[in-house]
C-alpha cells in the first residue's frame, strides 16, 4: 500500500508538473519534492524527474507547433540544436559533479527571472534603446540555458521567459510555443545521459510520467485559451514561489 500511495504521490506530481511547464514552466518544482519524499537520493530524483517530465513537455510542444517562429529574429531550429548541445554538456556535468554549490547559485538565477518578468515590456524596451542585441547574443544565452536546463532544469523555462522578453521583447503568452519546445529538447538531451548512466528509477518514473503528458497536454489548451493577463500574472506567481522555495532549500 505504502508503494501504491508513493506512485500515486508521484503521478500527481506529475501531472501538476506537466500543467506547469505548459503554461509558465517551474514544474520541477512539483515532481522533484516528490520524488524525495518517497526517498531518491537528490541526483538520482533530478533524474528521474527529467525523464518523467519529457513526454509532458513534447505533448505541448506539439500543442502549441502551429506558433513556432523565430525568436528574436533567430530561427527556432538553430536554437534547439544550440539548446541540445547544451543539455548534453549539463546532464553529463550532473553526472560527474555534486549539486552542493550550484544549488547556492540557483536561487539567485531564479530570482533574476523574476526581477526580468515583474519589469516586463519596460525593462526590454529600455534594454533595446541603449544596447543593440545581437543574435549571436540570444544564441549563446540559449546555449547556457540549454547547460543550466541539463544539469538541473528547475525554473528553466521561467527563465527562458525572462530571458526572451529581455532579449527580444516578448510577451509571455507569445512564448509559450518557443520555451515548451525548448524544454523538451533539454529534457531529451538530458534524458539520453541519465538513462545511460542508469541514474533513472523506473517505477516512480512511469508513473510521474503518465500523469506529466496528461498535465503537459491539458496545460497547452488551457494555455492557449487564456488571456495576456492571466499568462502573465500566472508567470508571476509561479516565479515568485519559485524563488521562495529555491531559497528555502539552498539555505534554510
Known amino acids: 500500500m505504502a508503494d501504491l500511495a508513493g506512485l500515486a504521490l508521484v503521478a500527481g506530481a506529475g ?9 509558465a514552466g517551474g514544474g520541477t518544482f512539483a515532481t522533484l519534492p516528490s520524488l524525495l519524499a518517497i ?13 518523467a517530465l519529457l513526454p509532458g513537455a513534447a505533448a505541448s510542444a506539439w500543442a502549441f507547433r502551429d506558433e513556432l517562429g523565430p525568436v528574436g529574429g533567430v530561427d527556432w531550429k538553430l536554437l534547439a540544436i544550440v539548446n541540445f548541445g547544451g543539455g548534453l554538456i549539463g546532464s553529463l556535468l550532473l553526472v560527474m559533479t555534486p549539486t552542493r554549490t550550484f544549488d547556492l547559485i540557483i536561487p539567485w538565477l531564479v530570482l533574476y527571472a523574476l526581477v526580468v518578468l515583474a519589469a516586463g515590456k519596460r525593462a526590454a524596451e529600455w534594454l533595446a534603446a541603449r544596447v543593440r542585441i545581437e543574435r549571436c547574443t540570444l544564441v549563446g544565452i540559449q546555449a547556457l540555458l540549454g547547460i543550466y536546463g541539463g544539469y538541473f532544469g528547475g ?13 527580444a521583447g516578448l510577451h509571455p503568452r507569445s512564448l509559450f510555443a518557443p520555451r515548451t519546445t525548448m524544454l523538451a529538447v533539454a529534457n531529451a538531451a538530458a ?8 541514474m533513472v528509477v523506473w517505477p ?21 485559451r487564456l488571456p495576456n493577463g492571466a499568462v502573465r500574472a500566472w508567470t508571476l506567481l509561479v516565479t515568485a514561489a519559485t524563488t521562495v522555495v ?3 532549500r539552498a539555505y534554510a
Do not use: D, E, Q, R
Not at 525554473?155 to 532579449?167: D, E, K, P, Q
Open 191 to 198: 534524458a539520453i545521459v541519465f538513462v545511460s548512466f542508469a
Open 155 to 167: 525554473g528553466v523555462g521561467l527563465m527562458m521567459t525572462a530571458t526572451y522578453g529581455l532579449l
Open 39 to 51: 526517498g531518491l537520493p537528490a541526483n538520482t530524483a533530478n533524474a528521474t524527474s527529467n525523464v
Open 15 to 23: 501531472l501538476v508538473g506537466g500543467a506547469m511547464n505548459a503554461l
Open 204 to 224: 516512480p518514473c512511469l508513473a510521474m510520467l503518465a500523469g506529466s503528458i496528461v498535465g503537459g497536454w491539458a496545460g497547452a489548451h488551457l494555455g492557449k
Open 246 to 248: 529555491f531559497f528555502w
